[in-house]
């Protein structure tokens, strides 16, 4: 499949000098742009970009779609954020593979209308009966044509050991580390161009033991797959880690082996 974008007014590289190319052509063949300039091509499908400007697509870097259902509750819009995750955990507690294909569809659906064309979801909320979403994610990018990077996300620190989260979206260290083995290997693309890549991404410091983001951080190195997490997100953060470790959140986080090129952060 080819297309040729024609007589565009303006093309915006965003290349390291910042080029912008005028009143010219871009021809993409099979999804790779193999032309810029005057020449015309014949192509599949044309399109007519007089007076426009053509820009590359803008990237996600975090999302929570399966959010996109509880997004505009009144009720939490004024918390700070450990009672707005308490709120919000007993309303995701109940999340099943329907609310994940169309929070999914929906969600990038909005942002491909934006211009959006690459998204980083950070999913994390695993509750009974939820082995399948990330695989239900991909089957809705594949359908959407939009590029993805999910993340295998995790919670194993619940109320009752001391976390946030309540014991019925937690999983133990051994299910994290064995179901996100599977989706490295059965999703994760590394190649040029890829449409799709697996991060591994434990919620945050205080949802998920240091045991599990050690055991992550190693997972994620022997299969060469990117470590996210959020980070300093609030104050409350703050004080919990201070609290529970005697560190404050980069110092901890360090202490754990997560930081580096391979790592980026949340908030």
């Known amino acids: 499949m080819s297309l040729l974008i024609r007589n565009a007014k303006a093309i915006i590289t965003c290349d390291d000098n910042d080029s912008v190319i005028k009143d010219s052509n ?24 007089k007076d426009m400007w053509v820009y590359p697509g803008l990237i996600n870097t975090h999302h929570h779609l399966y959010q996109y259902f509880t997004r505009n509750l009144p009720d939490v819009q004024n918390m700070e954020l450990f009672d707005w995750l308490k709120y919000l955990y007993e309303i995701w507690k109940n999340l099943n593979e329907d609310s994940i294909k169309y929070s999914s569809f929906i ?27 990330i695989d239900i994610q991909f089957e809705v990018q594949e359908k959407l044509g ?21 014991d019925s979206v937690v999983q ?3 299910k994290i580390l064995l179901d996100s083995e599977r989706i490295i290997k059965k999703y994760h693309d590394p190649s040029k161009n890829s449409m799709r890549q697996i991060v591994l991404a434990s919620c945050s410091p205080f949802s998920v033991t240091g045991e599990l983001m050690i055991e992550s951080a190693k997972l994620a190195r022997k299969y060469g797959v ?20 005697s560190k404050r ?10 930081l580096g090129e391979d ?5």
């Open 226 to 245: 990117m470590l996210h997490t959020h980070l300093s997100e609030a104050k409350d953060e703050k004080d919990f880690i201070l609290s529970k470790f």
């Open 172 to 174: 133990s260290m051994d």
């Open 249 to 258: 959140p980069l110092e901890y986080i360090d202490s754990l082996n997560w």
């Open 107 to 133: 969600g990038m659906g909005e942002l491909l209308k934006s211009g959006c064309t690459t998204v980083f979801d950070h999913h994390y909320v695993f509750p009974k009966n939820s082995e399948n979403f």
């Open 26 to 49: 871009i021809f993409i063949n099979d999804g790779i742009i193999e032309y810029i300039g005057k020449e015309k091509f014949q192509a599949d499908q044309v399109i007519d970009a």
């Open 146 to 166: 939009i590029r993805m990077h999910a993340s295998r996300g995790s919670m194993s620190l619940s109320k009752k050991d001391g976390g946030l989260p309540p």
């Open 263 to 267: 790592v980026w952060f949340a908030h």
